[in-house]
């Protein structure tokens, strides 16, 4: 089993939903990073948490310790949001890597 | 555009062939840390340096190394390169890992 867990593996929706991704980890964490990879492969860090909850434009992070559980949420998506979402956390004692998820790939249609 | 810059972009090696792959940090940032990312799998660590030290190895074989310069930009190489070693290569560069991480575009490798 993977110490970080994502779903869904991938989402279709049509532009404008509302969307969430969800991550689990099973490890100790002191941080947990939301990032968007486009093909090509480029990374792009969206958000760090280590408690409560961040903003950013349309972009929703919130992230719940006790339950070792993250989501991301999209409102009102487009279809410039389609990329993959890649849940990683800085696991406690492994030196200060990430720890990646598999990523969730994201398809919005127009 | 995060200011941390990979080279090459691709590249195409022989098997058993050695490459080096390049990362120049974000200005200001002491940590860098590689990742092989297999085509639709998340990215796997391979290590990290802190203020040119080691400062932590992923599950990879020897034949990974690694350099960081004092000005903190780094250099992963693989000798003796094998099929599966094909991946996009990225780096991320932080002060100190606590903090957010910036990722360079990545180095595309394919052993043929």
């Known amino acids: 089993k993977n110490e970080v867990e994502q779903s869904p593996q991938n989402l279709t929706a049509q532009e404008g939903e509302f969307i969430t991704i969800n991550c689990s980890y099973s490890?100790?964490?002191?941080?947990l990073h939301w990032l968007q990879q486009h093909p090509g492969g480029g990374i792009v860090s969206l958000f760090m948490?280590?408690?409560g909850k961040k903003k950013h434009g349309r972009l929703i992070a919130t992230i719940n310790i006790q339950e070792k559980h993250s989501s991301l949420h999209i409102t009102a998506s487009h279809p410039r949001d389609s990329a993959v979402y890649i849940c990683?956390?800085?696991?406690?004692?492994?030196?200060?890597?990430?720890?990646f998820g598999q990523g969730t790939r994201l398809t919005i249609n127009p | 555009e995060t200011g941390v810059t990979q080279s090459p972009t691709h590249l195409i090696k022989t098997r058993g062939q050695q490459v080096t792959l390049r990362c120049s940090s974000q200005?200001?940032?002491?940590?860098v840390s590689w990742y092989q990312q297999a085509l639709g799998q998340g990215p796997q660590f391979i290590f990290q340096?802190?203020?040119?030290?080691?400062?932590g190895r992923g599950n990879f074989p020897p034949r990974f190394s690694g350099l960081q310069f004092p000005n903190y930009s780094s250099e992963l190489n693989v000798n003796a390169l094998e099929l599966d070693d094909s991946a996009l290569y990225l780096c991320?560069?932080?002060?100190?890992?606590?903090?957010?991480?910036?990722f360079g575009q990545g180095t595309r490798l394919t052993v043929v």
């Open positions: 991320a560069s932080s002060f100190v890992m606590n903090t957010e991480a910036f």
């Open positions: 490890v100790g964490i002191s941080a």
């Open positions: 948490l280590s408690s």
């Open positions: 990683a956390v800085v696991a406690i004692g492994r030196a200060q890597k990430l720890v």
């Open positions: 200005s200001g940032h002491n940590t």
């Open positions: 340096y802190y203020r040119e030290e080691e400062n």
